[in-house]
């Protein structure tokens, strides 16, 4: 069965400072990857995806995020975070050749950025 | 609709009274999920339907929570008998046919006392 990690529970940064969020997946197979957000309130937001090609994929608000295969990562970053990007972060999962969305999310990360 | 629309958004209920969650998806997607969010457990998957079938139910907990589609739109997920454990956000998702790019709705945030 798929496993999703994320390494931190709750990480506290001041503004402008750098994030990376780390998440990490135990699946043998071809993989999906997935960082969704939930902003206070909100619903959950598809922050960027990884399907194939390039490891190195671009989201929205200035997120990034690398998939290394061989570590099993895919961690998410952005170079330096403001206030509004206070909200939990999902790392998540989906087997590879399924033709459908079924996910396997990690247990969140909870970001604060003080102003 | 524009997004995916979930009712109620929130509900208590008494232990051992019967629930049902209403899932309204995207306007012309196939593909419906519902996950649970517990405190300790995260996000996880509860069942998948494509048009009305349910393909994978491999998430439901226990044979008190049943759901289902009706007319490739609507979804209910049913759940007898509540207990306490059963406390939850209730989240829907969608995602247009063959697409594994899911998009949810705000939850149903559901009390046991």
């Known amino acids: 069965a798929q496993s999703v990690s994320q390494h931190n529970h709750h990480v506290i940064l001041s503004e402008a400072a750098s994030l990376e969020l780390g998440c990490n997946y135990s699946y043998g197979g071809t993989v999906n990857l997935f960082w969704y957000?939930?902003?206070?309130?909100?619903?959950?937001?598809?922050l960027l995806k990884?399907?194939?090609?390039?490891?190195?994929?671009?989201?929205?608000?200035g997120f990034e995020a690398e998939f290394i295969k061989s570590k099993?990562?895919?961690?998410?970053?952005?170079?330096?975070v403001q206030w509004s990007d206070t909200a939990e972060y999902?790392?998540?999962v989906n087997a590879g050749g399924t033709s459908y969305g079924k996910l396997t999310f990690g247990q969140g990360t909870i970001l604060t950025v003080h102003p | 609709g524009a997004g995916v629309s979930q009712s109620p958004s929130n509900k208590v209920t008494e232990k051992g009274k019967d629930v049902e969650l209403r899932c309204d998806p995207i306007s012309g997607h196939t593909a419906l999920y519902w996950y649970r969010q517990s405190l300790g457990q995260g996000l996880e998957?509860?069942?998948?339907?494509?048009?009305?079938?349910?393909p994978d139910k491999s998430g439901l907990p226990s044979d008190r929570f049943s759901a289902e589609r009706t007319g490739g739109s609507v979804s209910t997920l049913t759940i007898q008998r509540t207990q306490q454990e059963d406390s939850a956000?209730?989240?829907?998702?969608?995602s247009s046919q063959g697409s594994t790019e899911a998009f949810f709705g705000q939850?149903?945030?559901l009390t046991v006392v």
């Open chain 1, 37 to 46: 957000v939930q902003y206070p309130g909100q619903h959950l937001q598809l």
């Open chain 1, 50 to 61: 990884y399907f194939s090609g390039d490891p190195l994929v671009k989201g929205i608000k």
């Open chain 1, 72 to 80: 099993f990562s895919f961690n998410l970053r952005k170079p330096s």
């Open chain 1, 90 to 92: 999902f790392c998540a």
């Open chain 2, 45 to 54: 998957f509860l069942i998948y339907f494509q048009g009305n079938s349910a």
């Open chain 2, 89 to 94: 956000v209730y989240l829907c998702a969608s």
């Open chain 2, 107 to 109: 939850g149903t945030r």
